[in-house]
């Protein structure tokens, strides 16, 4: 009788082994992947629960998706987003990066687009030759989405993935990218800050954004014995400062007079510290012995000046 019901027995421990190793690449599938259950459950079944070609069938079929989606809501306003700053020693990036609405502005996959365009714009940057000033390039849309990822795909092609995945319409807007040579040092900063410490490699994202060139006559970047606060340090204090303050130049001691008005100064130097006001920029770059080469202020949604184009600027 024990061996009748043998053959029973295997095959049902059989089917179970076999759900439960569906079950498990459907899991490993969804987890890796993001989509939902249905796809994935598809895909499986498609490639016999083969993961890579599943995987592969996926992202085919997304990025498919992903431009029909984004050719039927181009043209909706996009005024929401965020900014993305990213500095990797001489190089320094900062992109604007728009959305429809805040909601999908606070998306993870949008905002993982955000820092993959960032450090994009980075790679970027170290393929172009750098001479002896600051090199500044600036990136209109068309130029972000021509860029090439590592994957061999284009920024182009991630939008319109991400735009798929997200269900609204999005736009790379601009980028404002710094070479600097040994003599020059860049830091960045966004609003609203990060609540806890962002390792160095990964793009700062805020509503508001500076990238910051200087020079220091410091030959280290370490906090004194004092406690006071290091040359990078005090730049980045004057990051949050433009993002707060909005200059519009940076201004040449002697040459640049104080507005009449406070309220109204728009040359960095005379415009009050806003960390202290009992003192201005000017004076604070002096006593720290600093330099502001050149400064860039982004402001999510706002309408830029001049059309970004690729330039190479020369500082003093």
Request: hydrophobic share 40%; aromatic share 6%.
């Amino acid at each position: 009788m024990l061996f009748k019901h043998f053959p029973r027995l295997f095959s049902t421990t059989g089917i179970r082994l076999y759900a439960t190793a569906e079950k498990s690449a459907l899991a490993t599938l969804r987890k890796k992947t993001g989509y939902t259950f249905a796809n994935c459950k598809k895909a499986l079944e498609l490639h016999n629960n083969d993961l890579a070609k599943a995987e592969l069938w996926l992202k085919e079929q997304a990025q498919a998706m992903g431009w029909s989606k984004a050719t039927k809501l181009e043209g909706r306003n996009t005024a929401q987003g965020l900014i993305g700053v990213l500095v990797q020693r001489n190089v320094g990036a900062m992109v604007e990066v728009n959305c429809e609405t805040d909601f999908v502005a606070r998306n993870a996959s949008f905002q993982r687009f955000v820092q993959v365009a960032s450090a994009a714009c980075v790679q970027h940057l170290e393929k172009v030759e750098a001479d002896a000033n600051l090199t500044k390039v600036g990136l209109n849309s068309e130029a972000l989405k021509q860029i090439v990822l590592e994957d061999g795909k284009s920024l182009g092609d991630h939008l319109a993935l991400m735009i798929g995945t997200v269900g609204e319409n999005a736009s790379l807007n601009r980028a404002i990218c710094y070479k600097a040579p040994d003599s020059i040092q860049l830091t960045g900063y966004v609003h609203p800050a990060p609540s806890e410490e962002i390792p160095h490699d990964v793009p700062l994202l805020g509503k508001y954004g500076s990238l910051v060139a200087f020079k220091s006559d410091h030959s280290t970047a370490e906090v004194g014995d004092d406690g006071e606060l290091s040359p990078a340090q005090v730049a980045r204090k004057v990051c949050q400062h433009i993002v707060g303050m909005k200059p519009e130049r940076i201004g040449e001691p002697g040459k640049d007079e104080p507005a009449a008005e406070k309220d109204d100064e728009t040359c960095l130097i005379h415009q009050e510290y806003l960390v202290d006001p009992s003192y201005t920029v000017g004076e604070v770059l002096e006593a720290n012995r600093l330099q502001i080469v050149d400064f860039q202020r982004f402001e999510c949604g706002e309408k830029s000046k001049s059309e970004e184009q690729n330039v190479r600027a020369v500082s003093n």
